[in-house]
């Protein structure tokens, strides 16, 4: 059964924003840390930030102060807002639990132009 779906992702100019959301599965989501990463033009997949159950954030240090993430225990969903958006920034953003993450959904691309 499809376990995570990310959206939202797009096509924007440097310094726009874009808002990511990720539907997970109870089993993946409830209770658990959920990050987002990211796997750019031939690059590895990043992690790019996390929260916990109770809503402790971390971030990696290219997005903080830009990134911020967010979740929603109800609807098992778990946001990403991306402001003042620079071109290396433009990958396949993806969600998953944070430890033993569970198959990876088909992601979101965002391309961020100069």
């Known amino acids: 059964q499809v376990q995570l779906v990310e959206s939202g992702g797009g096509l924007v100019q440097a310094g726009g924003s874009l808002r990511l959301s990720c539907k997970a599965s109870g089993s993946i989501f409830s209770g658990n840390t959920m990050g987002w990463y990211r796997q750019g033009p031939g690059k590895e997949r990043e992690w790019v930030a996390r929260i916990s159950s109770g809503g402790s954030t971390v971030y990696a240090n290219s997005v903080k102060g830009r990134f911020t993430i967010s979740r929603d225990n109800a609807e098992n969903t778990v946001y990403l807002q991306m402001n003042n958006l620079k071109p290396e920034d433009t990958a396949v953003y993806y969600c998953?639990?944070?430890?033993?993450?569970?198959?990876w959904g088909q992601g979101t691309q965002v391309t961020v132009s100069s």
């Open positions: 998953n639990r944070v430890s033993f993450p569970g198959n």
